[in-house]
């Protein structure tokens, strides 16, 4: 595992692409395959993360450097009381949304992508992130529940194509998500698992290796 004792897993993408589906698909595989598990999802279900939820998303539309203050704030407090305490206790965490999801929302709407970064600094970087890409026209027809006011069709365009931009930049793994739920399942499984046993083996590794001492001539 990670050197936190567990190994943190982030699915994301545009509106509508599956995440929370697949998040709690894949939490239930690998329960199956006797991991232990913590899954999540951003905004966070602490006090700045309900307020984004059930306040901000839903009312007009505020300025896109507003939101990624509280996104930020929201994440640290996720961090801190969530993520990291779970990673610490050895398990797989599965999180719907994470960093990049400022990066493509906030990014798309004009904000500097160095003063996010800047801002997330604190963020730790995940050991498997998934990008589940979809066209935002399918996105759309797909969602359920209410709409948020990030759920246009032009902003999801270029949200899209800024997840596109970090998944060529080798920051994400690029799945297809518009196909048969199963077929997206056992893609994102493979990866997880594959994910896994290479983070086993390196710890395994790590843990044979000899120690170096100096000898005294």
């Known amino acids: 595992m990670s050197i936190r004792g567990g190994f943190f897993v982030v699915l994301d993408g545009i ?63 996720h961090l801190h009381y969530e993520i990291l305490p779970s990673l610490k206790r050895g398990r797989v965490v599965v999180s ?16 500097d992508l160095d003063w996010i970064r800047e801002l997330n600094s604190f963020a730790i970087k995940p050991d498997l992130s998934i990008y589940l890409d979809l066209p935002p026209d399918i996105g759309l027809q797909r969602k359920r529940g ?36 199963n077929d997206v399942k056992q893609r994102i499984l493979s990866i997880t698992l594959n994910a896994l046993r290479d983070e086993r083996e390196k710890a395994a ?13």
């Not at 899954?39 to 007009?60: A, D, K, W, Y």
């Not at 719907?96 to 904000?111: K, P, T």
């Open 205 to 217: 590794y790590s843990d044979s290796s000899p120690e170096r001492h100096d000898t005294p001539e």
């Open 146 to 181: 209410p709409s948020s006011v990030l759920e246009k069709f032009e902003l999801q365009k270029k949200v899209r194509e800024a997840f596109l931009q970090l998944a060529s930049s080798g920051e994400m793994i690029l799945v297809d998500a518009n196909g048969p739920i």
């Open 15 to 77: 509106d509508g692409c599956g995440k929370s589906l697949h998040s709690r698909l894949l939490n239930e595989e690998l329960l199956a395959a006797g991991y232990r598990t913590f899954r999540t999802m951003e905004p966070s279900n602490g006090v700045i993360g309900r307020f984004i939820r059930h306040s901000l998303l839903r009312s007009q539309k505020t300025d896109p450097e507003i939101e990624a203050l509280l996104f930020a704030a929201d994440r640290f407090d």
């Open 96 to 111: 719907d949304r994470y960093f990049h999801s400022s990066l493509a929302y906030q990014g798309a709407q004009g904000v």
